[in-house]
């Protein structure tokens, strides 16, 4: 069974940047798709990033393109998550998720999740 556990988040200024780790265990990551999702309080749970299992082919959502990059090590079972320029709206729980076929954004697709890390950007 596959396990996912989220590292690197906490408190981080305005303007700051933050590497999220994702790192699995359990089963061969490189045979997953993995994503980053967030959920800020009261918000729905978004999808920020996608990395692919084939030739590592990446995909963003609007709101973070150009400040958020998704990588993957498959030697280490680990998949970051690289945040520049973070926001205050950027603070939320943020989770990473597994599936061997779902790609894109949408959590329901998803079947293998952490327990997700919290990010609060504040001065």
């Known amino acids: 069974q596959l396990q996912l556990v989220e590292s690197g988040g906490g408190l981080v200024q305005p303007g700051g940047s933050l590497t999220l780790t994702c790192t699995a265990s359990?089963?061969?990551?490189?045979?997953?798709?993995i994503a980053w999702f967030r959920q800020a309080p009261g918000k729905e749970r978004e999808g920020v990033a996608c990395?692919?299992?084939?030739?590592?082919?990446?995909y963003y959502s609007n709101s973070v393109t150009g400040r958020f990059t998704i990588l993957r090590d498959n030697a280490k079972s680990t998949v970051y998550l690289r945040i520049l320029t973070l926001l205050p709206e950027d603070t939320a729980v943020y989770y990473c998720?597994?599936?061997?076929?779902?790609?894109?954004?949408?959590?329901?697709?998803?079947?293998?999740w952490g327990q997700g890390i919290q990010v609060t950007v504040s001065s």
């Open positions: 998720a597994a599936d061997r076929t779902a790609y894109g954004l949408i959590p329901s697709r998803f079947d293998f």
């Open positions: 990395i692919s299992n084939i030739d590592d082919d990446t």
């Open positions: 359990g089963v061969a990551l490189a045979s997953y798709n």
